[in-house]
């Protein structure tokens, strides 16, 4: 926000507004990792708010041991980063199509896409697994990444057909004259063009397939494949109570999100900025 302008109360005001915002935001992840720090014991007996008397740190070998984050965290990764690659490009090879080459039925295929955003997991869950054990990959890791990118492609097939739209015919049909095939269009011109809306797609489809947990709980039954969601949820049953290794596991799934947004985050502010203007 560009406040070089304003007079100073607009700018105490704003900069007022931005400062709650933010504590809003990062309170409650420093009050989570205040909490795991401390013993179950200390939690239930001192204040909520207080940091521990003593700074325990045994809640975290522990959750990270039982919760089985070690492959948890080695599946969510792999899930998370095939899943982006193959949504975002995807995504925009479909966006490309619908918006710039001229096909009979191609914009009933492109308002099937859409449909597709309005659709629920809870409403296709039980035909999806039916599917997924019909065809022999209940299971498998592959089981999971092909519901994880059919439910990614209809939003980044949306905001990509918007994205290249907004891209001069004049560029492609000027490639395309001096003997570029589609896809060398697509792979020299049109990919390069559409960062700013492939970040926010990744960002979109990153967080949602990080944080997805009740497909990977239905389409898998194999510890070894699962990913950390599952894992944080073995904290809900009988280790309810244990509240220092509850907030121990949530931490340790908050902070790979937390790393990827700092090592991000120029990245993610442009894309997310460019995307919203031109899409």
Known sequence: MDVRG??????????????????LAVYPI????IQSFKTTQEYLTSSKLAFPKVWFSGNYPYAWKLGKFG?????????????VAAVVVLGLMAGF????????GSKVLHGLFIIGILLTLQSIMVPLFLMVNASGLYNTRLGVLIP??????????YLGTEFVQSI????????????AGYLRVFRSIIFPLCTPVAVTIAILTFT??????????????????????????????????????????????????LVFYVIFRKQITKGVAAGAVKG
């Open 6 to 23: 304003a007079s100073p109360v607009s700018k105490t005001v704003i900069y007022a507004i931005m400062l709650l915002f933010t504590v």
């Open 71 to 83: 492959i948890l965290l080695m599946n969510s990764v792999f899930y998370s980063v095939v899943t």
């Open 30 to 33: 420093f009050w989570l990792v």
């Open 97 to 104: 199509a619908f918006a710039k080459i001229k096909l009979r």
């Open 148 to 157: 994880y990118i059919g439910l990614g492609l209809p939003m980044s097939v």
């Open 168 to 179: 001069p015919d004049a560029v492609i049909e000027s490639a395309r004259l001096d003997g």
């Open 208 to 257: 949602a397939t990080w944080n997805e947990f009740m497909l990977i709980n239905i389409l898998t039954s194999d510890d070894s494949i699962k990913s950390i969601p599952v894992g944080i949820n073995r904290f809900s049953g009988a280790l309810a109570s244990d509240y220092g290794k509850q907030f121990s596991a949530l931490v340790i799934g908050l902070v790979p999100m």
